[in-house]
Structures are given as C-alpha cells and as structure tokens.
C-alpha cells in the first residue's frame, strides 16, 4: 500500500525514493503553504527532515480509504521527541497527485 511505502521512505530519509511515489505535478499542501512538482516537494521534505532527531521513527497509528485516496494519522518519535501527523493522499495512477499534511511539527 502507499502509506506503507510512504512511512518506510521517510524512516529512510530516502528524498528519491519519496519523490517516485507522487505523480510528476502532484501538489503537497501544508497549513502555510501549498508545494507543487517533484523538485520543490523534494525540497519541503529535506526542510521537513531537520526538524525531526536522527533516529526518530516514523509509524502509522490510523489509516483508511479506497480507490483514490488515502488517509492516515501518524507519530513520529525518539527518546525525548514525539510528534503526530494526519495526511490525505489523492492517487492517480498509483501515485500520489495531492497531498494534505497537517502536524504538530508545521
């Protein structure tokens, strides 16, 4: 599933392997701003990485949703750090063309 290979790439911090989930124009949008190509969401998530310790693991607490969209909530946490998350995804073609984020860490 997409969410699965979503949290497995980002306790990677692997920036290429995030990017080859959305599709070639897919839009990230945050409570600030809204990201849109491969490039500047590459961009959001290396920012996205400084704000979360060096060993920090990523997991699923919920998720749910059909055919063409995802949703899920998440932690993040390493000794003396949490944080949570809730994300949508909107799919096209198996990839990621949208998607909503919203964290205590934004």
Same mark, same amino acid.
């Given at each position: 599933?997409?969410? +699965?290979?979503?949290?497995?790439?980002?306790?990677?911090?692997? *920036? %290429?392997?995030?990017?080859?989930?959305?599709?070639?124009?897919?839009?990230?949008?945050? %409570?600030?701003?809204?990201?849109? #190509?491969?490039?500047?969401?590459?961009?959001?998530?290396? +920012?996205?990485?400084?704000?979360?310790?060096? #060993?920090?693991?990523? %997991?699923?607490?919920?998720? $749910?949703?059909?055919? #063409?969209?995802? =949703?899920?909530?998440?932690?993040?946490?390493?000794? &003396?750090?949490?944080?949570? $998350?809730?994300?949508?995804? #909107? *799919?096209?073609? @198996? @990839?990621?063309?949208? =998607?909503?984020?919203? &964290? &205590?860490?934004?």
């Amino acid at each position: 599933d997409i969410v +699965d290979q979503y949290i497995a790439a980002l306790n990677s911090r692997d *920036l %290429a392997r995030l990017a080859a989930l959305y599709y070639p124009s897919a839009a990230l949008v945050t %409570a600030k701003r809204t990201i849109q #190509g491969l490039q500047a969401i590459q961009a959001w998530f290396q +920012d996205f990485f400084t704000l979360i310790p060096s #060993g920090a693991f990523f %997991a699923v607490t919920s998720s $749910g949703g059909a055919l #063409g969209s995802r =949703h899920f909530t998440w932690q993040v946490s390493a000794p &003396s750090f949490q944080a949570t $998350g809730s994300d949508t995804f #909107g *799919l096209v073609d @198996k @990839k990621i063309a949208y =998607h909503f984020t919203q &964290s &205590s860490l934004l």
